[in-house]
């Protein structure tokens, strides 16, 4: 059974920052894209971000653009999700997923992936 790990989320004050990571076994990580999902309470689970099989190919939200960044550490196996000016309407349980196919137009669909982590619950107050 495939695992990815998140660690790092928490509490934090709105405008601060948290980092979240997913560490996925090698031959996920060398294979698949990775990305972000979050879900919170009464919502439908929203795509954040996903980086490919490059660095450079990486893909934002329009609500987390410019806030948010995603890259890989080839060296841990995992993908760190750096999150700054973080607003309350951020709060939610955050997911990382693998894909093998990263299709443009759909990457957006909890559908589109085929492993996901437990999560690990971000909380943002005002």
């Known amino acids: 059974q495939v695992q990815l790990v998140e660690s790092g989320g928490g509490l934090v004050h709105s405008g601060g920052s948290l980092r979240v990571s997913c560490t996925a076994p090698e031959s996920i990580f060398r294979n698949y894209a990775l990305g972000w999902f979050r879900q919170a309470p009464g919502k439908d689970r929203e795509f954040v971000a996903v980086v490919g099989w490059k660095s450079d190919d990486t893909f934002y939200s329009d609500s987390v653009k410019g806030r948010f960044s995603l890259s890989r550490d080839n060296s841990k196996n995992r993908v760190v999700l750096q999150m700054n000016n973080l607003e309350p309407e951020d709060t939610a349980v955050y997911y990382c997923?693998?894909?093998?196919?990263?299709?443009?137009?759909?990457?957006?669909?909890?559908?589109?992936?085929?492993?996901w982590g437990p999560g690990t619950q971000v909380t943002v107050s005002s």
């Open positions: 997923a693998a894909t093998m196919l990263l299709r443009v137009g759909v990457m957006h669909l909890p559908s589109e992936y085929d492993y």
